[in-house]
């Protein structure tokens, strides 16, 4: 079965920083294009950013409100998936899913989805 | 940056038809994707590639894709189809990013 298990948030400062962790289970993760989505309170759903297999070059993109501040990376060696949080905003304030990303052109789409870790932003 | 419309709600009986739209500018150049998100839940997929359903997706969740509109219809309607869904497209014109409609909330009467 295909897991994915998000940790990692809580409560942080404005201007503070933050590491969560997505553990993957039940598929090949070092050929996986993994993902991150947000959602805040009431809100619906914001991508974040992406990274590739190590086999496709393993770069990143990001949404334009967090790059430069966000970081995704991944550790294939332990199946796991990382999304480091800089010089964070009230407005970061969301549930962040990992979700894998689906390649089959011309579309990508998100399969499955991680419950979630809620980070909150707030002094 | 593209943008993607929902209507924010939409209310249909048990055992009707529910129609959710999902607006873009030549949306049907575009694979559309649909996620339902339940309360207190993550999103699942349900349609992918405009019409296709993963498995486990009752037939009943289906999907079409033309000019600027994309639809999910959810025939036969039940009471646990109540919740949230979301349309997306990934727009590889724009820095490769991933983009969400503004979803729509389904309340069954």
């Known amino acids: 079965e295909v897991q994915l298990v998000e940790s990692g948030g809580g409560l942080v400062k404005p201007g503070g920083s933050l590491r969560l962790s997505c553990a993957a289970s039940g598929f090949t993760f070092s050929n996986a294009w993994m993902s991150w989505v947000r959602q805040a309170p009431g809100k619906g759903l914001e991508w974040v950013g992406r990274i590739k297999s190590k086999t496709d070059g393993g770069t990143t993109d990001y949404a334009a409100p967090v790059k430069g501040r966000f970081t995704i990376s991944r550790d294939d060696s332990k199946n796991t998936l990382y999304l480091q949080m800089n010089s964070l905003k009230t407005e970061d304030t969301a549930v962040y899913y990992c979700t894998t990303v689906v390649l089959v052109v011309p579309g990508n789409w998100f399969d499955p989805w991680g419950q979630g870790t809620l980070v909150t932003v707030s002094s | ?109």
Do not use: M
Not at chain 2, 77 to 99: I, K, L, N, P, R
């Open chain 2, 1 to 109: 940056s593209y943008v993607l419309t929902q209507p924010p709600s939409v209310s249909v009986a048990p055992g009707q038809t529910a129609r959710i739209t999902c607006g873009g500018n030549n949306i049907g150049s575009k694979s559309v994707h649909w996620y339902q998100q339940k309360p207190g839940q993550a999103p699942v997929l349900v349609v992918y590639d405009d019409s296709d359903r993963p498995s486990g997706i009752p037939e009943r969740f289906s999907g079409s894709n033309s000019g600027n509109t994309a639809t999910l219809t959810i025939s036969r309607v039940e009471a646990g189809d109540e919740a949230d869904y979301y349309c997306q497209v990934w727009d590889s014109s724009s820095d490769h990013s991933y983009v969400f409609g503004t979803g729509t909330k389904v309340t069954v009467l």
